[in-house]
């Protein structure tokens, strides 16, 4: 089992950064494919970025492609997302996640454990 905590939210401008960051835990962080995701009130909970255990796969939704950046420190059992160029569309809560499947996946349905999640709110 693996425990995840999400930090480096907050308020920021129209074109300005965050790096949000998840803590793991509990487990061999290195076997789980790690994503992250973004929640509005009510609205589904969307896939944002992945990446590969191995840190050498990633993937990312169309709308952040060139904006946001997803990483890994195995050693560290931390996952990172660096977001730039933010527009308040990207205003959410923002999960990490982590998957015992063998490639990554997009659907939030097939992640097996999540954090508690870290609001992000961007002003135009």
């Known amino acids: 089992q693996v425990q995840l905590v999400e930090s480096g939210g907050g308020l920021v401008q129209a074109g300005g950064s965050l790096r949000l960051s998840c803590a793991a835990s509990?487990?061999?962080?290195?076997?789980?494919?790690m994503g992250w995701f973004r929640q509005t009130p009510g609205k589904e909970r969307n896939f944002v970025a992945a990446v590969s255990w191995s840190g050498g796969s990633t993937g990312y939704v169309d709308s952040v492609k060139g904006r946001f950046t997803i990483s890994r420190d195995n050693a560290k059992n931390t996952v990172y997302l660096q977001m730039n160029s933010l527009k308040p569309e990207d205003t959410a809560v923002y999960y990490c996640?982590?998957?015992?499947?063998?490639?990554?996946?997009?659907?939030?349905?097939?992640?097996?454990?999540w954090g508690q999640g870290t609001q992000v709110t961007v002003s135009s």
């Open positions: 996640a982590a998957d015992r499947g063998p490639i990554m996946r997009w659907s939030p349905r097939l992640y097996d454990y």
């Open positions: 509990g487990s061999t962080f290195s076997r789980y494919n």
